[in-house]
């Protein structure tokens, strides 16, 4: 479901650095160190279970859980606006129309977050959009996908330890603007 890439970027970090996800009250969680070894960092890893529209609550509790301020917060999410596959990195701002997006603005009461969001594409004219984040990926779009979600781990490494900035120069532009090259 195009709505869950957020989640299939999730579990593919924790699968590539090795941070086993378990069971929790609030979300399938995990924590390890990612980086080289001498300058390694701690991260957590969070899927909160609840419905997309009520995220917020969930993401709140799990903030508390584990001590951390919405500034330290990397959300990553689906994105109508973008073109499929295509990443961009924000450190704040509105929902843009994002339910998910909305609920953990309005939960916080804060936008100071960050936003790794990934493109999935508009859907054809006549197709409603709701009807569309809940369809599932073509066999064409699950290449360029897959693709995109392995970039997605190699961007939130990059935010994490580079910063945002390092992360926004190297990741949000198209691959002909010579994404992934210096």
């Not at 378990?22 to 960092?41: C, F, K, L, N, T």
């Not at 500034?71 to 509105?94: A, C, M, P, Q, S």
Request: hydrophobic residues 40%; charged residues 25%; aromatic residues 4%.
């Amino acid at each position: 479901m195009r709505h869950n890439v957020g989640v299939r970027a999730l579990e593919r970090a924790a699968t590539v650095w090795n941070i086993p996800l378990r069971s929790a009250e609030h979300a399938p969680r995990g924590r390890g160190r990612i980086g080289p070894p001498d300058g390694q960092v701690d991260v957590a890893l969070a899927g909160p279970l609840t419905w997309m529209n009520v995220t917020g609550p969930a993401v709140k509790a799990l903030l508390e859980d584990l001590a951390c301020s919405p500034t330290n917060l990397i959300v990553i999410h689906d994105d109508l606006d973008l073109e499929l596959g295509r990443l961009r990195i924000k450190r704040e701002g509105g929902a843009g129309g994002h339910n998910g997006l909305f609920s953990i603005l309005t939960t916080l009461g804060t936008d100071q977050f960050y936003r790794l969001k990934i493109g999935i594409g508009r859907p054809a004219l006549g197709v409603d959009p709701a009807e569309y984040v809940l369809s599932a990926f073509s066999k064409d779009e699950v290449v360029a996908i897959d693709t995109s979600v392995d970039r997605t781990v190699q961007a939130l490494e990059c935010l994490v330890i580079e910063g945002v900035e390092a992360a926004m120069n190297q990741f949000n532009v198209r691959e002909s603007e010579g994404e992934g090259s210096e």
